[in-house]
């Protein structure tokens, strides 16, 4: 499903597509070789800075490696254009932020929807609006918020609102499943939750689920703990 | 819907208090110079559609603009006023018909109009219902007087007195309604019509009362000597016109020095237009003949002058509007940088967040561009009452 052959990468200061986040500059990672199966469920750890969340981007395709070759199913991403690796990202890969990150302006299930309507245009459009709205509201009944498919993620608790998020990433039924610490703004009941959804809902979808946390609790529920720092010769600033 | 502009739609939506705020600026923006066009250019059209309509104008020395507007959209106030031997020379030179206006009096907040029956075939007015004017005392309303004052034919109004201050004053003349006009979208729809001569009797230069050389009015005289008979206070004067009053009215002094404010001429053609004007390029007798398109025309260059002053101003204030739009607009952007952020990251491109921003744009745009076109459309139905409003006071 995914395989990392001989990944450099390194965030530059300047106006590239990896230009760095605030105290990124010159940051690099290093991966040898790195293969994950499909519909495996791991727990990726690592102290801060070690490069967790540059994986998750480069596995993501929103960064792009300097040398070596990222795979996902076979595709070598790097050799997809822009428009490829955006589509990519909307239809098969799935992702849930710490921060949750919805859109205050939209309801629960236009946040559900969101995929869709960025996705709308492309060739590859999909789904009609009525089947995606029917595809959200089964999420939302599942992770129980069915009834607060209107409201605003304002109205929500922080729980529910990393619900919304798991239903957004999950809502084309992505092979990949990416999840960059999404419990570390919840409370312990709301971390198991959403991990315990996680699980059940990459299960269900047989999706590959990559989850950086630095929970120690959380990792037995995953097949694999990961540490970044035994696939990874980086997250020492260059 | 395309994604991008129902995201740009559903923000524009959420942000009510926003959005409504930069779609009334640039509404404003767009509809006030585009609103004072339509203004002036409306309300010239009307004051000229009068003016052209009005050949000459003959009244008293001094302001023609005073005159004008005087005489065609009945400002009340304190007129000018010339004497009535002025009309009987105009008719005596057989150049055109002569319309006389006395336009002193108001019947509450409506002016009143003395004039002769030549005044409603002039201006093409139309009786809506009664009759026309048949005797002294009567009246006839145009049709926003009378839905104004609530009357219709048949029923009575009062004229009003110059000044409630003065209690030597003349009585209010009560008049009947002899029929009312149809609208005519002009200054004419808010003016009580009466006869010259009632115009007068109002003014206190003609009255009635009992007849003193009979025996019952004994008590009113004061005394009798010869054909003179003095009449005390208590001399019963009449305040209404009626038929059986009518012969006990009568006028003192000379008729020919009664007061018009201004007579309307209508030569017949060019040649005795130009004789007319000719006899009044001296103001020697405290006259003047106007050409009422001129008199406003010459009124409208300055109109215009302003105007585009004012829309001078007006496209700064827009410039200002504009550049304070485009900083609010980019301190947002600025705001919503995680939002973007999150949509890269999800799969957006930057066309698709471009897009998105720009469609913001564009309903805001276009929404502001429907608004002050409909204020402009609104505004210019009713562009000739707000003219009126400013004449008629």
């Given at each position: 499903m995914i395989e990392f052959q001989d990944v450099s990468f390194r965030y530059q200061g300047g106006v590239t597509g990896n230009s760095s986040p605030p105290g990124f500059k010159g940051f690099a990672i290093h991966i040898q070789t790195l293969a994950v199966d499909r519909g495996e469920r791991i727990a990726l750890v690592g102290p801060s800075g070690s490069g967790k969340t540059t994986l998750l981007s480069l596995v993501a395709g929103i960064l792009r490696?300097?040398?070596?070759?990222?795979?996902?199913?076979?595709?070598?991403?790097?050799?997809?254009?822009?428009?490829?690796?955006?589509?990519?990202?909307?239809?098969?890969?799935?992702?849930?932020?710490?921060?949750?990150?919805?859109?205050?302006?939209?309801?629960?299930?236009?946040?559900?929807?969101?995929?869709?309507?960025?996705?709308?245009?492309?060739?590859?459009?999909?789904?009609?609006k009525v089947d995606t709205r029917r595809r959200a509201n089964e999420l939302l009944k599942e992770v129980g918020l069915a009834s607060r498919a209107n409201d605003r993620p304002g109205q929500l608790s922080q729980g529910e609102q990393q619900r919304v998020a798991v239903c957004r990433a999950m809502l084309n039924r992505p092979p990949l499943l990416l999840a960059d610490e999404p419990t570390g703004n919840l409370d312990q009941d709301n971390k198991k939750m959403v991990v315990d959804l996680l699980l059940q809902q990459a299960q269900q979808q047989d999706s590959t689920l990559l989850m950086v946390t630095h929970d120690q609790s959380l990792l037995g529920h995953f097949d694999t703990v990961l540490d970044i720092r035994t696939v990874s010769g980086g997250g020492v600033p260059a | 819907m395309s994604g991008a502009w129902y995201l740009g739609w559903r923000y524009l939506a959420f942000h009510k208090l926003k959005s409504t705020i930069l779609i009334a600026s640039i509404t404003l923006m767009l509809f006030l110079p585009a609103a004072t066009r339509v203004l002036v250019s409306d309300s010239a059209a009307a004051l000229t559609a009068r003016a052209d309509h009005t050949p000459l104008l003959l009244g008293a020395a001094g302001s023609p603009l005073e005159l004008v507007l005087n005489s065609l959209y009945f400002r009340t106030g304190q007129p000018s006023v010339i004497g009535n031997e002025a009309l009987a020379r105009m008719q005596a030179t057989g150049l055109g018909e002569f319309i006389p206006l006395n336009t002193r009096f108001h019947s509450r907040t409506n002016p009143i109009v003395g004039t002769n029956l030549k005044y409603f075939s002039f201006r093409g007015l139309k009786l809506a219902q009664g009759r026309q004017l048949g005797m002294l005392g009567e009246c006839v309303l145009g049709a926003g007087a009378a839905a104004r004052q609530g009357v219709a034919s048949g029923d009575y109004v009062v004229s009003s007195p110059e000044t409630v201050f003065d209690i030597a004053g003349v009585y209010p003349l009560k008049m009947k309604v002899a029929g009312v006009l149809e609208p005519s979208g002009s200054a004419d729809d808010d003016a009580v019509f009466v006869d010259i001569r009632t115009a007068w009797v109002i003014q206190g230069l003609g009255h009635g009362h009992q007849d003193l050389a009979r025996p019952e009015a004994g008590a009113g005289v004061l005394s009798r000597k010869d054909a003179v008979i003095t009449a005390n206070a208590s001399v019963n004067q009449y305040a209404e016109i009626t038929a059986d009053n009518m012969a006990e009215f009568h006028f003192h002094g000379d008729t020919?020095?009664?007061?018009?404010?201004?007579?309307?001429?209508?030569?017949?053609?060019?040649?005795?237009?130009?004789?007319?004007?000719?006899?009044?390029?001296?103001?020697?007798?405290?006259?003047?003949?106007?050409?009422?398109?001129?008199?406003?025309?010459?009124?409208?260059?300055?109109?215009?002058?302003?105007?585009?002053?004012?829309?001078?101003?007006?496209?700064?204030?827009?410039?200002?509007?504009?550049?304070?739009?485009?900083?609010?607009?980019?301190?947002?952007?600025?705001?919503?940088?995680?939002?973007?952020?999150?949509?890269?990251?999800?799969?957006?491109?930057?066309?698709?967040?471009?897009?998105?921003?720009?469609?913001?744009?564009?309903?805001?745009?276009?929404?502001?561009?429907?608004?002050?076109?409909?204020?402009?459309?609104?505004?210019?139905?009713?562009?000739l009452q707000i003219l009126q409003s400013f004449l008629t006071f």
């Open positions: 490696p300097e040398s070596g070759t990222v795979r996902i199913d076979g595709q070598e991403l790097s050799r997809l254009g822009d428009s490829a690796t955006r589509q990519f990202r909307i239809e098969r890969v799935g992702q849930v932020f710490q921060s949750f990150e919805l859109l205050d302006y939209l309801s629960i299930i236009e946040n559900v929807m969101l995929p869709w309507y960025l996705g709308r245009g492309s060739q590859k459009a999909g789904l009609h | 020919s020095e009664f007061p018009l404010t201004s007579v309307i001429a209508v030569p017949p053609d060019d040649k005795s237009a130009i004789l007319l004007r000719g006899r009044y390029v001296s103001n020697d007798e405290g006259l003047q003949l106007v050409v009422p398109s001129t008199v406003l025309n010459d009124l409208l260059d300055t109109v215009f002058t302003v105007q585009n002053y004012v829309i001078l101003g007006l496209a700064i204030l827009g410039l200002a509007t504009v550049a304070v739009i485009m900083l609010v607009f980019l301190l947002s952007q600025q705001l919503r940088k995680g939002e973007f952020h999150t949509l890269s990251r999800i799969g957006a491109s930057k066309t698709y967040i471009g897009l998105l921003v720009a469609s913001e744009l564009a309903f805001v745009f276009i929404g502001s561009l429907l608004l002050a076109t409909l204020l402009i459309f609104m505004m210019k139905q009713y562009a």
